[in-house]
């Protein structure tokens, strides 16, 4: 027999004394637990109170509500999920926002239990989430182990990869079919947009090789003498074309003559990534500027655009792998949702640092300081 | 009834998802509405009562479908809805309604994964339409 801490944060104390009532009483088993499980219930008013007992007695499941008199249901979430407590988190709530239902969602909790409930409604959700964390605690060392971030990284290149296919195979079973007419005229534009599909696709390829290459050990003999404008300028010349289709002006800066040990390879990628991104998410007739310069230990790049700028919540993401701002204007934009993460593993590999600062229709800055002294690479 | 009786609302931020799906439907003889964002669908919804909706899942954010389903839902109860992602069942990531306990909150009536024939996709339309 294991007993479960139950948290129950909840300003009412009609719904934590039920809680305590309908538990005490209660008891879960399965086929393939070890043991019966049964529930010990500690009660709290508002979320600092919730907070300190948290603390104290570490509970294994947390019923918690959202509106509270202090801080919120979605603060004490965030509190635990930013201490990566192991907490099965439960929202008592009622349906009528889902917007707090999404967001708490992402931030680690698990079920929903609408309110008021009765007891048979409280039970089946408490013995839902018992299973759940008795798995949760099966699966935690495979998670240790970091296969959990690579699985969930294959199931959404996976996601990347399948929709071009669908594309793809959607308009040739179109032309399959004859469906559009008898002449191959018919198909102008799901051959075009077909040929589009495989250069976006093409695109992410190229993209993951270098996020694999990356990820791979570097070897010391290809660390060399790396000059930062060379490798700018040639950047430049490689987005020349696009920036002309554009009609965006990118001016080179130099201010220092800037020269650091690196694979030469790993500068490059990050000169192209953030020259295309500062040309792509431009307006037509907009400048791309580039900043080479240098305090006493550090190389600095500073890449500017008069794009469309990124809001303050998208910066966040900015970074992470597959995260591509979904909006109005970056509709037309295709990408592969890898650069700017590929761009931030080069730049911690050399531990630099990379930041973002962005206006929404005014423009983006980014600055990336790398230390000019040779490192051992990690 | 007739196929041409009902008006299908299709929202999708892949064009060329959006574009086949519609073509299809049409071809089978439904009329259609096709809209490129969560937005643009729910300008619709408030205005406009579809017959049947197929969502995306993702659109300007991760869970642009389910938010749709939820508004579709409950200013139209009795419309329908499939909700369509191109997440693979497979790798166990959380959209799907398999489970009952997202089915207590995700208001889709089927999940189908992308890359369904148009065939099968008419088979489900017509069981959701009764027809």
């Known amino acids: ?378 | 009834m007739n196929k041409s009786d009902f008006t299908i609302l299709v929202a999708d931020d892949d064009p060329d998802y959006l574009f086949q799906t519609v073509f299809n439907l049409e071809k089978e003889g439904y009329k259609t509405m096709a809209v490129e964002s969560q937005a643009e669908a729910e300008s619709v919804i408030a205005r406009f009562k579809p017959s049947l909706a197929i969502f995306d899942l993702m659109m300007e954010s991760d869970d642009s479908g389910f938010i749709l389903c939820y508004k579709i839902k409950k200013k139209y109860p009795d419309v329908p809805v499939i909700l369509a992602t191109a997440v693979s069942h497979e790798t166990g990531l959380t959209f799907s309604i398999d489970s009952e306990q997202d089915k207590s909150w995700i208001r889709a009536d089927i999940y189908l994964e992308k890359g369904i024939r148009p065939e099968q996709l008419d088979q489900e339309i017509m069981k959701l339409l009764k027809l």
Do not use: C
Not at chain 1, 182 to 190: K, N, Q, R, S, W
Not at chain 1, 238 to 261: K, S
């Open chain 1, 1 to 378: 027999m294991a007993v479960l801490k139950v948290l129950v944060i909840d300003d009412e104390p009609g719904i934590r004394s039920g809680v305590s009532r309908i538990l005490n009483n209660f008891h879960v088993t399965y086929p393939f637990m070890d043991e019966d499980y049964t529930f010990e219930v500690i009660e709290a008013g508002t979320g600092e109170e919730g907070i300190e007992i948290l603390e104290k007695d570490m509970p294994d499941i947390l019923l918690l509500d959202n509106k509270l008199p202090g801080i919120q249901g979605v603060d004490v979430l965030e509190y635990i999920r930013k201490r990566n407590y192991d907490i099965v988190v439960a929202m008592i709530t009622s349906y009528a926002s889902l917007d707090v239902a999404i967001r708490a969602t992402r931030d680690g909790a698990i079920d929903f239990i609408p309110k008021p409930f009765t007891p048979q409604e409280l039970k089946s959700s408490i013995e839902n989430i018992t299973k759940q964390q008795y798995l949760k605690r099966i699966t935690h060392k495979m998670q240790q182990e970091g296969k959990k971030v690579r699985y969930q990284f294959l199931a959404v290149l996976s996601h990347e990869l399948k929709a071009p296919l669908n594309a793809l195979e959607g308009y040739l079973r179109m032309m399959q079919g004859k469906q559009a007419g008898e002449l191959i005229d018919d198909y102008a534009t799901p051959i075009e947009r077909s040929l589009q599909r495989i250069q976006g696709m093409r695109n992410l390829i190229m993209d993951l090789l270098d996020f694999t290459k990356i990820r791979l050990e570097r070897k010391e003999e290809k660390i060399q003498e790396v000059n930062m404008a060379e490798v700018a300028s040639t950047a430049i010349v490689t987005v020349q074309p696009y920036a002309i289709q554009m009609d965006v002006n990118i001016n080179l800066d130099v201010r220092a003559n800037v020269v650091i040990m690196a694979d030469p390879d790993d500068i490059e990628i990050i000169f192209n990534n953030l020259i295309s991104n500062a040309v792509k998410y431009n307006k037509i007739g907009g400048k791309a500027e580039i900043t080479i310069d240098s305090s006493e230990t550090e190389a600095i790049l500073i890449i500017s655009d008069t794009g469309i700028g990124i809001t303050k919540n998208d910066t966040e993401n900015l970074f992470t792998e597959f995260v591509r701002i979904k909006n109005e204007k970056t509709r037309n934009i295709s990408g592969s949702g890898l650069g700017l993460s590929i761009v931030k593993k080069v730049v911690e590999l050399y531990h630099g640092t990379i930041k973002v600062e962005s206006t929404p229709d005014v423009g983006t800055v980014f600055t990336i300081r790398l230390p000019k002294k040779p490192i051992t690479i990690t």
